[in-house]
């Protein structure tokens, strides 16, 4: 069964920072791109970093450049996504997804392009 699990998430405090994880299974996680997304409360889902098979980068956002990077380990299954100096604004649900199967240095231009979606994981920057 096809599972992409977050985990990592919860209550921080203004400047602090968290590291995110992105579990997969039933996929080999080698053949595909792997982007994390954020959902805040009545807004739509955005486009953080992806890193591609071949472990190329692509952020979706220049604002986050210098504060989030992205990382792979295929040998444990697991994406992770490194948040430093995070603010109350960045309060959201993280989402990981698999996509770009096939093509190792592509990184899926938009979340719609995405095939495979993980349940989120809670973000709260609050002091």
């Known amino acids: 069964q096809l599972q992409l699990v977050e985990s990592g998430g919860g209550l921080v405090q203004p400047g602090g920072s968290l590291r995110l994880s992105c579990l997969v299974s039933g996929l080999t996680l080698e053949d595909y791109a792997i982007g994390w997304f954020r959902q805040a409360p009545g807004k739509e889902r955005e486009g953080i970093f992806c890193i591609s098979r071949s472990g190329i980068r692509t952020i979706y956002q220049d604002s986050l450049k210098g504060r989030f990077t992205i990382s792979r380990d295929n040998a444990k299954n697991t994406v992770y996504l490194q948040m430093n100096s995070l603010q109350p604004e960045e309060t959201a649900v993280y989402f990981c997804?698999?996509?770009?199967?096939?093509?190792?240095?592509?990184?899926?231009?938009?979340?719609?392009?995405?095939?495979?979606w993980g349940q989120g994981t809670q973000v709260t920057v609050s002091s």
């Open positions: 997804a698999a996509g770009g199967a096939g093509t190792p240095w592509y990184c899926p231009p938009n979340k719609d392009l995405y095939d495979y």
